[in-house]
């Protein structure tokens, strides 16, 4: 399996930009996660899904940020406009659910992302 | 406000040394607590632990839970170059669908030949 796939790995922009994140789960896993790394605020959790609908959105920071899994095998999150304090290191993440979404989660390489 | 505080934050050993690195926390309705190895890339899953007293272990990585006393360790025996990296501590807590998953900042370990 080539396990969770991220593109783009980088992506610098400038501040005002519209910026697509994507995200290819392992293939029939039923949770994907996004997540934001920081130095400042370490790693966050921004939202997950099962089985294509989101569950919690909670932890998304404003309504810049939107997701979505339009089908099993992709995910976005979209960052709209974008600003310089979004700069960080984005993860995909994705589990097999087994009695706890976050046993065995498997992370994809991350996306990083400076916006100037 | 969910809470998860890990120490050290950083530590320098020698390789075969034993390391123990502390997880504590403060979550509504907790549910299970999670270890990660992060190198310079992206998180690996270590353990899940959910109940009090029961021992995780893998190879020379253990890691134990007392919901009590409200904590978490992650030991390595036998360090080796290869064990450095970050190691991250995360709680969930809440309650059905609404539960949420809060990291600790992390304990940069070192291991030295």
């Known amino acids: 399996d080539a396990g969770v796939i991220q593109s783009p790995r980088h992506e610098v922009t400038e501040m005002g930009q519209e910026v697509t994140l994507r995200c290819k789960p392992i293939?029939?896993?039923?949770?994907l996660f996004w997540y934001r790394q920081t130095m400042m605020r370490g790693l966050e959790l921004l939202i997950y899904?099962?089985?294509?609908?989101?569950?919690?959105d909670s932890g998304m920071p404003e309504d810049r940020f939107s997701a979505k899994m339009p089908n099993a095998s992709f995910s976005t999150l979209k960052i709209q406009p974008s600003e310089p304090r979004d700069s960080a290191v984005y993860f995909c993440?994705?589990?097999?659910?087994?009695?706890?979404?976050?046993?065995?989660?498997?992370f994809g390489p991350g996306t990083r992302l400076t916006v100037l | 406000e969910d809470k998860v505080v890990q120490s050290p934050l950083s530590l320098v050993v020698h390789e075969g040394d034993t390391v123990t690195l502390n997880c504590s926390y403060e979550?509504?309705?907790?549910?299970?607590l999670l270890w990660y190895k992060q190198e310079k890339k992206a998180p690996t899953f270590l353990f899940m632990l959910?109940?009090?007293?029961i021992e995780k272990k893998s190879g020379r990585l253990s890691s134990i839970l007392d919901k009590k006393e409200l904590f978490s360790i992650l030991n390595i025996t036998a360090t080796q170059t290869g064990d450095s990296a970050v190691y991250l501590c995360?709680?969930?807590?809440?309650?059905?669908?609404?539960?949420?998953?809060?990291f600790g900042k992390g304990i940069t370990l070192s291991v030295r030949p």
């Open positions: 899904f099962n089985n294509n609908v989101p569950i919690d």
């Open positions: 993440a994705s589990s097999l659910r087994g009695g706890n979404r976050y046993n065995e989660q498997f």
């Open positions: 979550v509504t309705n907790f549910r299970s």
């Open positions: 293939s029939g896993h039923d949770y």
């Open positions: 995360a709680v969930e807590g809440g309650t059905g669908a609404n539960s949420k998953l809060t």
């Open positions: 959910t109940s009090s007293g």
